[in-house]
């Protein structure tokens, strides 16, 4: 949530943030502002809306500083308003603040900066935070080793309870700037005679693919040319400088109308990069280097725990599925959100699992540090390299999915559904699972991206279904075993993106409440499997005809539906059972997307959400 880019160096400091600012959109869109330092003073830009309007804006000024910070908000404490936009100056125009996160303690400090004169414009809680900085750092006498910035921000942050990605400049120190986190992701891009502190690499990699990843409660300080990390208990850090493996290309659009549109084309090779070196030279498991945990420890373990939220949610229960159907072990899923609050009784030997596609999801790190609290092992399926959740699981599994921008995630769940195909594979092949079996499944997961490309080919059909329904209020989607998250993951992307009210249900539930839903207007998305399973889904589809519910019929080449009782039929090729869930996705996430379009909704940006939710 909100996305946060300060730049440092020889450029035009408002030409490089409005361009990172654009890529970081998909964050936070309510409103956005910059701030650049020039002719001894700063100059402040901010306006609701989009990124674009910002840059209009900005494009009536003559703004040349090298130094600035700037925003795109999500909006937390206060309306959508200029005033409450960031960056937040203090009130003796001597501080300004960009700021991620929620300050819990605001209002206390509020009333005692009131106290001491310090007036407020907005109604943020980044404010005071901002007004507090001010208050420290007019305190703070000149040391002669120029940290009086950096001082006074250590001094505020120790008042401070809550979450916080910050970056700050002082218009009385224009060569300089500081930044610290704790709860909300922050990085330090680190280029040619230039510095870059923002919230995820996208905004960098035009610039640098050097990055350093902060840690909760460290503090970078930008002066003459060079940076120092330390933490909030004044110890010194040693920087360790990654590299970024994508490109700009990988975060651009290409031709595509949509990030979302690219995405899910590029599934094929999210696919193959899921199983890239990942399977056993006799070819019948797979493996997982990451994991840092041997056979014999997997013996041990007697029940997997799986948290997420979201779509990572809808994953877990995939993978729930395929462990306990494959492997015979018990799985448990919940949301990630609940689990921390719920204090669950676990089992001793159960390892923990969170699925986080920006690896940054707060309530999803709330939950692996307590399940770590607790003392269980605990891994991770990621797809951004370096996040919190990666770095702070006890071992995990990359999705190396490539970057994902369109807010309602579609590559990164069937990365996440192929790892957990991989893993139920790797886990069943320790307990009873043969090794010709083991090499089956082995051959079936090589043949998904094939497969997952053959369906992208009937886009074009897809379309014309998907327009044809657009403009129904309310949907079903029914499915059954593992293509019941596959139905909670179609409802979720439709609603997503074409603000439709949509359900998801296991097929055969239908009948115990939902079906009076079920009218001419209400249709239905059926996903329907082969073997035992056909027919009674085809009863639950005859009962939905019989009430004149419309239907599209998503089903296995191969297999016959009788005579006209699906109104529309998309065939996905036929496949082994553990590569089921990923084929069935990719038509509910081409019709939502098409339905979305058809509605002419902001596809990568719908109302209300961002990206990566960090905040609680
Ligand atoms: O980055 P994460 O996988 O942790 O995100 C979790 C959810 O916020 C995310 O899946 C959300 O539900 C998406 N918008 C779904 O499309």
Redesign the pocket.
Known sequence: MCGIVGYIGKQKASSIMLEGLKRLEYRGYDSAGLAVLQNDGVTVIKKIGRVDNLSAHAAKQKLSGHVGISHTRWATHGGVTDANAHPHVSSDGKIVLVHNGVIENYVAIKKFLLTKGYDFESETDTEVLCNLIAYHYAKEPENGEGTRLLDSVRKTLSHVEGTYGIAVVCTERPDEMVAARKGSPLILGVGDHEHIIASDVSAIISRTQNVVYLKDGELVHIAKGGFTISTLDLTDVSPVIDTVTWSVDDAELGDHDHYMLKEIFEQPAALENAMRGRFSADGSTANFGGLNLTAADFRQIDRFVFT?????WHACLVAEHLIERYARIPVEVDYASEFRYRNAPLDRDALFFV????G??ID?LAALREAKRKGYKCMAICNVVGSTIARESDGGIYQHAGPEIG???TK?FTSQLMISAMFALYVARMRDMSFADGVDYVNALKQVPAKVTRILQQADAIADIARRYAKYNDFLFLGRLSLFPIALEGA??LK?ISYIHAEGYPAAEMKHGPIALISEECPSVFLVPKGELFNKVVSSMQEIKARKGRIIAIILEGCELPEGLADDVITIPDCHDAALPILATVPVQLLSYHIAVARGCDVDKPRN?AK??TVE
């Open positions: 997420s939220c979201g779509t990572g699925i986080s596609q920006s940054e999801t999803t807010v309602a995630s990164a979720l992307k997503e959400l990566s939710v």
